[in-house]
């Protein structure tokens, strides 16, 4: 069994494409998996295989808004721990909160 710990960091960026803008830090002991999305409903879809690839948490970008936060930890559920970098008028978003940039 592998003593490698596997985390992801999701934060929003605009025309953001998820299947081509990742990357992977690895350590010895930590791996993790940096991946740009364009919204929620994006990082949402990534849950699943993050699960497959054996990702045991993810922590949100201060992009996210409480609404962004709360729809991943839902989709997630008990498979994985989610964590948040707060912001709440971010910086790299023109001082908006993604609730506001992503509300339906």
Not at 15 to 23: F, K, L, M, T, W
Not at 27 to 54: F, M, P, Q, W
Not at 85 to 92: S, Y
Request: proline share 3%; charged share 25%.
């Amino acid at each position: 069994m592998s003593n490698v710990f596997k985390a992801a960091f999701i934060f929003v960026a605009p025309e953001a494409n998820p299947s081509v803008d990742y990357s992977w830090v690895r350590t010895k002991e930590v791996h993790v998996k940096n991946i740009a999305v364009s919204g929620y409903k994006e990082a949402c879809e990534l849950i699943d295989s993050l699960v497959e690839e054996g990702v045991k948490a993810v922590e949100l970008c201060g992009g996210f808004g409480h609404q962004g936060v709360a729809e991943v930890v839902k989709t997630a559920g008990a498979r994985l721990h989610v964590g948040v970098v707060r912001f709440d008028k971010h910086p790299c978003l023109d001082f908006v909160s993604g609730d506001e940039l992503f509300s339906s």
